[in-house]
């Protein structure tokens, strides 16, 4: 084959150079070579011929040549004053892996957390109710010729769809995962270049996961991936009346996420998590003042979900209170008049034992107190 004009040639080829003079030569005297690589004199057919072993090493070859006659004239012959040069290229060395990266559709934040050497994945996305699909993208260090077989070290095999590479590149994908057994994938592969140089079987480097199982409900505090809920601590004043789900995941050594549903149980947002587990943000507005939670795993797998019964409700600055949890109430303070903190004597409005806390006050100012109130189901 040949590259921009140059002939390539691999491991167990024969370089056969045809130099025609008019005089017969003194083959004693006479010397042809690729770049002092030599080539031996073929009586029978006039060629000067080497056929590679494969330990010449790669790279360009440039003719030169040297030729006495029998009366003793010599020419002597250079590729490179040629236009175009006389070279021959030499390449004796498979395919290098460069890089290997999974991606799933729809995507997930959890699925790459591992900058897709390590995806997660189940039959069906539930966010979106659509089949998962997979991609496979491979970089070699020079143009490949295919196909290229893509081979599963796990469980079971994984059917991949191969495209014709794009000069280095090679692209996979899998159009479902419904058959695929359950558990860790990992893949090799062998490459075959442009010349025929055939690598080993060598790992990608890259992990599918394939996840049917759904988390457990929310386990105690004490387990892996409990979730705590915490109340905003007292004194922290706002201007905006909102109501949000703090707490923290245990994180275990499977990745999860948070995700809120709906009355219905549809996920209506997935909320990141820290690294050390905690997560907030989640809120909540007034035409639903309460919230169900699931863990999330990697693969979209979401556990049985549960109401949150512990919010943080925050309140306007003023004597009295209203929430888009419809928890109306007052305190007793007054401009000026300094209070202790703590749970304070309330008027409810709709809602039975729910209370109002004082939050803040300003000693002996004009500015009014800052209360939070607390949901009853507490």
Do not use: C
């Amino acid at each position: 084959m040949q590259v921009d004009g140059v002939p390539v040639v691999r491991a167990g080829a024969t370089v056969s150079v045809l130099l025609p003079t008019a005089r017969a030569l003194d083959l004693t005297a006479s010397t042809v070579s690729l770049s002092g690589l030599p080539l031996v004199h073929d009586a029978g057919s006039g060629m000067w011929t080497h056929t590679l072993t494969g330990t010449e090493g790669d790279g360009l070859r440039t003719l030169q040549a040297q030729l006495v006659d029998d009366v003793g004239n010599v020419l002597t012959v250079s590729g490179a004053a040629y236009d175009p040069p006389i070279r021959v290229a030499f390449d004796l060395t498979p395919p290098t892996l460069l890089g290997a990266t999974l991606q799933r559709t729809p995507g997930r934040t959890l699925a790459d957390l591992e900058g897709g050497a390590k995806v997660h994945v189940t039959d069906t996305a539930p966010d979106v109710g659509t089949p998962i699909s997979v991609s496979l993208t491979v970089v070699t260090d020079e143009p490949l010729r295919g196909p290229v077989a893509v081979v599963s070290t796990g469980p079971g095999a994984v059917p991949w769809i191969a495209a014709d590479p794009v000069r280095d590149t090679v692209r996979f994908t899998l159009a479902t995962v419904a058959s695929i057994a359950e558990g860790e994938h990992g893949f090799t592969a062998s490459f075959t270049d442009a010349v025929g140089n055939t690598s080993d079987d060598v790992p990608l480097g890259v992990t599918l996961v394939v996840d049917r199982t759904p988390p457990a409900a929310v386990p105690p505090v004490d387990t892996p991936h409990a979730v705590v809920h915490r109340r905003q601590p007292w004194g922290t004043p706002t201007t905006e009346p909102s109501a949000w789900v703090e707490g923290t995941v245990a994180l275990g050594t499977e990745a999860v996420s948070v995700t809120r549903l709906d009355a219905a149980g549809v996920r209506t947002a997935e909320v990141p998590l820290a690294d050390d587990g905690r997560f907030s943000a989640l809120e909540l507005p007034p035409s639903s003042p309460r919230a169900r939670i699931a863990l999330v795993d990697a693969a979209g797998n979401a556990g049985p979900s549960v109401w949150v019964r512990d919010l943080v409700w925050t309140a306007p600055a003023g004597p009295s209170l209203s929430v888009p949890h419809r928890v109306e109430g007052h305190t007793s303070a007054e401009r000026g008049i300094p209070q202790e903190r703590g749970t304070t004597a309330t008027r409810v409005l709709g809602v039975p034992q729910a209370v109002s806390r004082l939050a803040s006050t300003s000693l002996g100012g004009m500015a009014p107190p800052v209360a939070l109130a607390t949901d009853p189901v507490r």
